[in-house]
Every structure is written in C-alpha cells, then in structure tokens.
Nanobody, 125 residues
Framework: QVQLVESGGGLVQAGGSLRLSCAAS????????LAWFRQAPGKEREFVAV????????GYAESVKGRFTISRANAENTVYLQMNSLKPEDTAVYYC??????????????????WGQGTQVTVSS
C-alpha cells in the first residue's frame, strides 16, 4: 500500500516555474514506477511524465518535453516535477501516481495502482 500526497501547486505567470512534490508512505516506494498526470477543466486526465523505479529512465508527453523534468529521491520517498516555461494551457490539477507495472513505460491511468489527491496549478497569461 502506498499513500501519495502532492504539494507545490499555485498561481504563476506564463513563462514562470513551479516545482511539484509528491511525498509517499510505504516501505516499497522504491520499487514503483512513478508518474505525473494532469486534468484540465472539462478535459480527460492525461499523462505528463514518468520515471522508472531506479530513476534511470524517464518519459514525457510531447506537450511538456523540454520544459518539465521528473525526478525522484527514493531515500526521501519523494517524486518531483520541475515545470519551467509554463503556459496557460498547463493549467490543471496535477496528480502523482504509482504503478506496479513492469511494462515501460506505463502511461495509461489503468496501469497505475495508487493516486494522490491532486494539486492545482494555474498559469495566467
């Protein structure tokens, strides 16, 4: 069982940066693939970024590639999402998720076993 709690969201102007954190409980944190998803108003939840259990492999949605960076600190049971050059279309609730899947890389919601409650990111133009 893994519990996930996101933080770091807020209001930022276009072109600005935010760093999201997701703190996890559970002794097996380091064995999970971790990801960030987001859901904008009126839209479906979409994949943003993923990182392997070791942190050696990452994957990104095309819309954020080159602007967002996912990382993890297993010793601290935390996964991060550094978001730079933010755009108004990045406005959404951001969720972190943990997956037991051995497929690389999992980007469907159904492949994730545990979810956080989400944190709001709003980018003003």
């Amino acid at each position: 069982q893994v519990q996930l709690v996101e933080s770091g969201g807020g209001l930022v102007q276009a072109g600005g940066s935010l760093r999201l954190s997701c703190a996890a409980s559970g002794r097996t944190f380091s064995s999970y693939t971790l990801a960030w998803f987001r859901q904008a108003p009126g839209k479906e939840r979409e994949f943003v970024a993923v990182i392997s259990w070791s942190g050696s492999s990452t994957g990104y949605a095309e819309s954020v590639k080159g602007r967002f960076t996912i990382s993890r600190a297993n010793a601290e049971n935390t996964v991060y999402l550094q978001m730079n050059s933010l755009k108004p279309e990045d406005t959404a609730v951001y969720y972190c998720a943990a997956s037991n899947s051995r497929r690389w890389y999992p980007k469907k919601q159904s492949e994730y076993d545990f979810w956080g409650q989400g944190t709001q990111v709003t980018v003003s133009s």
